[in-house]
């Protein structure tokens, strides 16, 4: 039975269906102003219609403008933008004539985003029920009461467990999945007609990926909102979208149902899109000999643990009881030249092990060796060598960048640092590692947040490969890419490791993705190994039951055309 306050939500949310429900998009363009004051295209032309209460799936690889357009249906664009032409109605009028304050008072009310990164948009120093409530005082022009009604009335909607101890909690101190449901929650405070989503499970696991995908789709069935949802995983929109453009350089140059689009694809590049997909049930690429772990390990964990510091709630109190540990007796090897893979859920301890051996994070128990010698637990207690020899890739590549350094900077540093290079010759080698990476040299004198996240993280993997490692930990470093980038991405690292014979930690909760890469795996349940051993093994025949779960998982949300389709 429905909480009498979750009808009133919905009837509410219905109403704003009825006004605002309806949006169309004419004639957009959008173009970024350069230093000389030219404006170059980036969007061009882009037209559609979403109904009231029906769903439509922006797709497109990385710098193709879906973000952009997503953006521009709040009237808002990234510094430098500038929208050149087209409207976009909602609720009866065009958002882009409209000067700011109508501009907000339309957003939040008929139409409202919930963004990529929940962590980045809720501020870490509020607790999670002022940041709510603010917004709905703001939108619904109510009392402090009140407001904390709307709050709690909207985490039980999207299924918040708790939804008082919720709001007492900081936004660190909740899980992945759990912080873009608050982020969805604050979206619908202004019961808004239609909800703008960009990428909003990009950095969940699958399970949690399918618990938020369940929750966004039952809740537009309950409130009747029209979804715009943009994303790079073609399995995400292929099951939530009734509608799907796809995106390539500005323009849109497939769109219709997404039964057809996925089904039947038209145009080639839509077909390389589904084609680029990796599949956890395919045949993963051959080895070479000298790849296999028979050649000795070159990385050996023993028993790792690791617990997180347990905070006092006041100073004059004792410290909580010990919580779990966020890993306990975690052990594995990694060949010369061998990708071993790591998967499980948020929270697992993938990115601690990461952490760990990384050695940004010191182990409460347990031992690493590497070329058969201890390694430090600590990153500053390594020699430059042993530091040179083991890098990491960061899952998000925009706060691991300099934003104050250009492109430039960022590689040649770890180059002078590591092999020397001075002069034209440091130059040059930066070059050639941009290239290595599929990315214009150009690019060199841009600063990160001029890129787009999948540029971002290929200087990211650039500078770990200035270094000329043995070993790289890919902590979800392909999470941030779709699906075509992704794909030359991956082929690069398997090419790059038959020549240079790096060896991968590749941490992933993709598991089509850790198919293609990893000679074997192990799965990770609450800081606990569940099942470890060929990759083949492990997802053909899986003996675990959260394995299975993993996969179940993986394989709802997948994307299915016929081979003759793609080859067509």
């Not at 619904?140 to 407001?147: D, I, M």
């Not at 040059?428 to 941009?434: G, K, S, T, V």
């Amino acid at each position: 039975m429905k909480h009498p306050e979750s009808n009133a939500l919905a009837r509410r949310q219905q109403a704003a269906r009825r006004i605002g429900g309806r949006l169309e998009v004419q004639g957009l363009g959008i173009g970024y102003r350069r230093a000389d004051g030219e404006i170059v295209g980036a969007v061009r032309g882009v037209e559609f219609t979403v109904e009231a209460g029906s769903s439509l799936g922006i797709v497109g690889e990385s710098g193709s403008g879906k973000s952009t357009v997503a953006r521009a249906l709040l009237g808002h664009c990234r510094p430098g933008g500038v929208i050149t032409a087209g409207a976009v109605r909602i609720a009866g009028e065009d958002i882009l004539r409209l000067d700011e304050p109508a501009r907000r008072r339309l957003r939040g009310r008929h139409i409202a985003f919930v963004p990529q990164n929940p962590l980045s948009s809720l501020t870490p120093h509020m607790r999670i029920g002022d940041q709510v409530d603010e917004a709905v005082r703001h939108l619904r022009g109510c009392g402090t009461a009140e407001a904390r009604a709307r709050t709690l009335e909207l985490f039980e909607a999207t299924n918040l467990p708790d939804p008082k101890g919720i709001c007492a909690r900081f936004p660190h101190e909740l899980s992945g999945g759990q912080r873009q449901r608050v982020v969805i929650a604050a979206a619908l405070a202004g019961d808004p007609g239609v909800l703008v989503l960009d990428e909003p499970t990009t950095a969940l696991d699958k399970t949690t990926e399918v618990q938020v995908l369940e929750l966004v789709r039952t809740l537009r069935e309950r409130f009747g909102t029209s979804l715009i949802y943009v994303s790079h995983d073609l399995g995400v929109i292929s099951r939530m979208c009734d509608q799907v453009i796809v995106m390539h350089q500005g323009r849109i140059v497939e769109q219709g149902p997404a039964a057809r689009i996925f089904g039947a694809p038209a145009h080639v590049y839509t077909r390389q899109l589904i084609a680029a997909i990796p599949r956890v049930d395919a045949e993963p690429p051959a080895r070479e000999p000298q790849q296999q772990q028979a050649q000795g390990a070159l990385l050996v964990a023993k028993d790792l643990a690791f617990s997180y510091p347990s905070r006092r709630r006041a100073w004059f109190q004792p410290p909580p009881a010990t919580p779990r540990p966020a890993l306990a007796g975690l052990s594995f090897a990694i060949g010369r030249g061998e990708t071993l893979g790591l998967v499980g859920e948020s929270g697992s301890g993938k990115s601690t092990a990461a952490s760990l051996v990384a050695g940004l994070m010191a182990p409460s128990g347990g031992s690493l060796h590497f070329d058969g010698q201890p390694l430090a637990a600590k990153a500053t207690d390594r020699s430059p060598t042993l530091r040179r020899r083991v890098q990491i890739v960061f899952q998000d590549p925009l706060s691991s960048l300099n934003p104050r350094q250009r492109i430039a900077a960022i590689l040649e540093r770890p180059l002078t640092l590591f092999t020397g290079l001075r002069g034209p010759a440091l130059r040059e080698r930066a070059q050639a590692l941009m290239r290595a990476m599929h990315l214009d040299p150009a690019l060199l004198e841009c600063y990160p947040r001029q890129l787009s996240g999948g540029q971002q993280q290929r200087v990211a993997i650039a500078r770990a490969f200035a270094a000329e490692p043995d070993l790289i930990v890919c902590d979800e470093i392909t999470s941030a890419l779709d699906v075509s980038v992704q794909a030359q991405v991956l082929e690069l690292l398997l090419e790059l490791q038959r020549k240079t014979g790096t060896a991968y930690l590749f941490i992933s909760h993709d598991l089509g993705v850790v198919r293609r890469m990893a000679d074997r795996v192990v799965v990770l349940r609450h800081g606990e190994v569940r099942e470890a051993g060929a990759t083949r093994q492990v997802f053909d025949a899986p003996a675990d039951d959260y394995t299975r779960l993993l996969l179940q998982a993986t394989a709802l949300h997948s994307v299915t055309a016929s081979p003759e389709t793609l080859a067509a």
